[in-house]
């Protein structure tokens, strides 16, 4: 049990990225391609839950001054070092090698980058404001650049700064947390917790929010987009992104829910329906 609370599976959530470009390039029906996408989603996996042993490991002592992160197994003395290491490099191997099942070299370079750039921010890159949120907005990038190799679709630029700009909102609201602790005890969850406050990360919230609606809209009304998809109507589903991006702000500042975006997505059921209707009716122009 305390092995799985490191591998952190509610967060394999987030390798659902990898679907993207299946869902955006037309191949919903494609079995080939549904075939490869979840062979990159379980080597993802196994990376991501990687890089979370790592992290457990060199956090370990901030963890233990940490209100929540304190019950995390390595953190409350339940795994040693020795056995998450070990752990870590058993899931990083498997990582690299499940792509070769497709013959898909290309897969295991794009897995081996997201480890490499991990390892830097767990190490030094997360302790400095600014690129630790960029750098997990990168990894999602990363996750449907995954997603584009494993198939063989080829990513438009407009998912591509989407995706970031939507991770990047996610990472921004995230840290909202962290500040709210550290006003609240007066120690800094994170290193760089110090380099954010509220009144910046408010507005960091609501300038990359706004510019990935401003995005959006944009690539519903493109010719290119419109042409491809055959269909004028696609605008009609940013009306689930702008409920989306407003729910999410009010569970963020109102609720201040904001710690744990995977949980907060997996219990909040307004949340759910909205993507859920996003992706029924972008589905149904789409496909029909």
Same mark, same amino acid.
């Given at each position: !049990? ?19 470009? @299946? ?9 080939? /391609?549904? =075939? ?9 996996? %196994? ?59 290309? @897969? ?8 490499? !750039? ?12 600014? &690129? /630790?949120?960029?750098?997990?907005? @990168? ?11 494993? =198939? ?16 990047? %909102? ?10 709210? &602790? ?23 919230? =609501? ?12 690539? =519903? ?46 219990? /909040?059921? @307004? *949340? ?6 996003? *992706? ?9």
């Amino acid at each position: !049990m305390n092995i799985l609370k490191i591998l952190r599976p509610h967060q394999w959530v987030k390798n659902t990225f990898i679907f993207i470009p @299946l869902f955006f390039g037309g191949s919903l029906f494609d079995m080939a /391609d549904w =075939t490869s996408s979840l062979v990159a989603f379980v080597a993802f996996s %196994f990376a991501a839950s990687a890089i979370y042993s790592i992290n457990d490991i060199v956090d370990v002592e901030a963890d233990k001054k940490h209100p929540k992160k304190c019950k995390r197994p390595i953190a409350a003395g339940l795994v040693s070092k020795r056995q998450a290491s070990l752990l870590a490099i058993i899931l990083a191997i498997a990582a690299l090698a499940l792509p070769f099942l497709l013959n898909n070299w290309m @897969l295991s370079v794009v897995i081996a980058v997201y480890l490499a !750039m991990n390892l830097c921010y767990c190490i030094r890159l997360k302790h400095y404001a600014i &690129i /630790d949120v960029c750098i997990v907005a @990168l990894g999602f990038v990363m996750r449907i650049v995954a997603g584009g190799v494993a =198939t063989d679709i080829v990513l438009s630029r407009w998912i591509v700064m989407m995706t970031f700009l939507l991770t990047l %909102f996610l990472s921004f609201a995230k840290r909202r947390d962290d500040v709210l &602790i550290m006003n609240e005890t007066g120690m800094a969850p994170r290193k760089n917790t110090s380099r954010y406050n509220l009144t910046f990360i408010n507005q960091a919230i =609501t300038i990359t929010g706004g510019v990935m609606l401003v995005c959006y809209i944009m690539y =519903t009304v493109s010719p290119e987009v419109i042409e491809r998809f055959n269909s004028p109507n696609l605008y009609m589903t940013s009306f689930f992104v702008i409920l989306g991006l407003l729910r999410y702000i009010q569970l963020t500042v109102v609720d201040e829910r904001s710690g744990e975006p995977t949980r907060l997505v997996l219990s /909040d059921r @307004l *949340i759910q329906l909205i993507i859920a209707g996003w *992706i029924i009716s972008f589905a149904i122009i789409i496909y029909t």
